[in-house]
T-cell receptor, first 115, second 118 residues
Framework: NAGVMQNPRHLVRRRGQEARLRCSPM?????VYWYRQLPEEGLKFMVY????????ESGMPKERFSAEFPKEGPSILRIQQVVRGDSAAYFC?????????????FGNGTRLTVT | AQKITQTQPGMFVQEKEAVTLDCTYD???????LFWYKQPSSGEMIFLIY??????QNATEGRYSLNFQKARKSANLVISASQLGDSAMYFC???????????????FGKGTHLIIQP
C-alpha cells in the first residue's frame, strides 16, 4: 500500500540546467498537487492537476516552471534554466477526492539545490 | 491577510506534559476543512488530524485532539502526554470548498517548531 512516491529525494543542479521532479500519487488518487517549501517556512501551493489536465496553476511562476500529469506515468514538475532562488524542497501530494474531508497525502519531497 | 496564522514560532515543553499549538484561520466559506500536519527533521509531511466546519464534535486521533472554536475561527492542536518523538514542525492548514483549483488544495500556516525536553 505505497504512499505518494517522489524522486529523486535530493537533486543538485548547476545554474542554467533543467530540473525534473517526479511524483507518483497514491493508488486510486487522481488529484495531484505540487507545493514548494523554503527554509523555515510553510508550504506554498504551486499547481493542481488531474490526469492530463492542469486545473489550477495560479501558484506557479510564469516562466521556467511547468507541470504535467500524463495519462500514463508520474506527474512531472519541470524547472528550466534553474537559478539559486529555485533551491527549496518540492512536495507532491495526492488526494482521493477534491475538496471536503479528503486530506492531502504528501510524498517525502525532493530537495533541490542549485549551485 | 493571512488565511492561516500560527502565532508560536517555537515551543519548549517538558516530556509527558500536554501541549497546545495555536491556529487561527480566516475564511468566508461556510464549508471548509482544517488539517494538522507534522514535519519531523527528516522532512516528510505526516497527516495528523482533520476537522470539518460542520463537525459538531472536536476531532480526536489517539493522543491528538483538535480544539475547534468556530466562532473564534480557531483550531488548536492538543497533544496529550508529549513524547520526545513529538519534536517536529507542526503546520495548520485549511481547505476551502469554494471554487478554484488552488483553493481546492491546502493553505498552510508558517508552522510551530515544537521541542520536547526530557
Amino acid at each position: 500500500n505505497a504512499g505518494v512516491m517522489q524522486n529523486p529525494r535530493h537533486l543538485v543542479r548547476r545554474r542554467g540546467q533543467e530540473a525534473r521532479l517526479r511524483c507518483s500519487p497514491m493508488k486510486g488518487h487522481s488529484h495531484v498537487y505540487w507545493y514548494r517549501q523554503l527554509p523555515e517556512e510553510g508550504l506554498k501551493f504551486m499547481v493542481y492537476l488531474q490526469k492530463e489536465n492542469i486545473i489550477d496553476e495560479s501558484g506557479m511562476p510564469k516562466e521556467r516552471f511547468s507541470a504535467e500529469f500524463p495519462k500514463e506515468g508520474p506527474s512531472i514538475l519541470r524547472i528550466q534554466q534553474v537559478v539559486r532562488g529555485d533551491s527549496a524542497a518540492y512536495f507532491c501530494a495526492s488526494s482521493l477526492l477534491s475538496g471536503g474531508r479528503s486530506p492531502l497525502h504528501f510524498g517525502n519531497g525532493t530537495r533541490l539545490t542549485v549551485t | 491577510a493571512q488565511k492561516i496564522t500560527q502565532t508560536q514560532p517555537g515551543m519548549f515543553v517538558q516530556e509527558k506534559e500536554a501541549v497546545t499549538l495555536d491556529c487561527t484561520y480566516d475564511t468566508s466559506d461556510q464549508s471548509y476543512g482544517l488539517f494538522w500536519y507534522k514535519q519531523p527533521s527528516s522532512g516528510e509531511m505526516i497527516f495528523l488530524i482533520y476537522q470539518g466546519s460542520y463537525d459538531e464534535q472536536n476531532a480526536t486521533e489517539g493522543r491528538y485532539s483538535l480544539n475547534f472554536q468556530k466562532a473564534r475561527k480557531s483550531a488548536n492542536l492538543v497533544i496529550s502526554a508529549s513524547q520526545l518523538g513529538d519534536s517536529a514542525m507542526y503546520f495548520c492548514a485549511m481547505r476551502e470548498a469554494s471554487s478554484g483549483g488552488g483553493a481546492d488544495g491546502l493553505t498552510f500556516g508558517k508552522g510551530t517548531h515544537l521541542i520536547i525536553q526530557p
